[in-house]
């Protein structure tokens, strides 16, 4: 992993990162939800163009949107907040007990 890059891997249903083991009980599951479909709808900003103002792989959108990206970076995610005009926590949702 390169220095100073965060990322989180999303492994079936369970996000976890590099900073901490996933918890293996089924109660204690929390899955890292994208939202970037959602927002991508309230501001009518389309698959290509946020990619043109992004720099961000159109497949790698698509996998964002369809909340099936292996992993994510956190500059990506920076990107992607400054072109929605959202914070971190509007993008990303962490749902427990899942």
């Known amino acids: 992993m390169e220095q ?4 989180f891997y999303y492994n079936g249903d369970v996000a976890q990162s590099d900073s901490a083991p ?7 599951r929390s899955v890292l939800r994208i939202r970037l479909g ?3 709808k309230q501001s009518g900003i389309s698959q290509a163009d946020l990619h043109r ?6 497949v790698s959108i698509g996998k964002m949107i369809d909340n099936t990206a292996i992993k994510l ?3 990506d995610l920076a990107r992607l907040c400054k072109v929605l005009n959202v ?6 949702v962490l749902e427990e007990g899942v």
């Open 4 to 7: 100073g890059n965060f990322y």
């Open 22 to 28: 996933a918890e293996d009980s089924p109660s204690s």
């Open 38 to 40: 959602e927002l991508m």
């Open 53 to 58: 103002a992004t720099g961000i792989n159109r």
């Open 73 to 75: 970076d956190v500059n």
């Open 87 to 92: 914070g971190l926590h509007d993008l990303l």
